[in-house]
């Protein structure tokens, strides 16, 4: 089992910066494929960001490409979000998750384990 919690989340202007940590427990992070999906009021769930167990393969949702990054750090057990150039579209509950294939990663269906979330909240 892996629990998963986020962190980092909370209340910024349009054109602020965030960064969510997603630590693990349980076991280590480095055998996981890991993802950010999002959750925006009155919509789906929807896919963010993902990387590879070994951090050299990121991918990204389009509307995020160039504002977003992940990283991971293992030894840490941790992932990380840093978000800029934040937009009120980007309001929504941030969950982080623990998968195994790399080819499926942008598939919610894929993923194991999931965080409870943090709460983003961009305002204008």
């Known amino acids: 089992q892996v629990q998963l919690v986020e962190s980092g989340g909370g209340l910024v202007q349009a054109g602020g910066s965030l960064r969510l940590s997603c630590e693990a427990s349980g076991r280590a992070l480095s055998s996981y494929v890991m993802g950010w999906f999002r959750q925006a009021p009155g919509k789906e769930r929807a896919f963010v960001t993902a990387?590879?167990?070994?951090?050299?393969?990121?991918s990204y949702a389009g509307s995020m490409l160039g504002r977003f990054t992940i990283s991971r750090d293992n030894a840490k057990n941790t992932v990380y979000l840093q978000m800029n150039s934040l937009k009120t579209d980007d309001t929504a509950i941030y969950y982080c998750?623990?998968?195994?294939?790399?080819?499926?990663?942008?598939?919610?269906?894929?993923?194991?384990?999931w965080g409870q979330g943090t709460q983003v909240t961009v305002s204008a």
């Open positions: 998750a623990a998968g195994r294939l790399w080819e499926s990663a942008i598939s919610q269906s894929h993923y194991d384990y």
């Open positions: 990387i590879s167990q070994n951090g050299t393969s990121r």
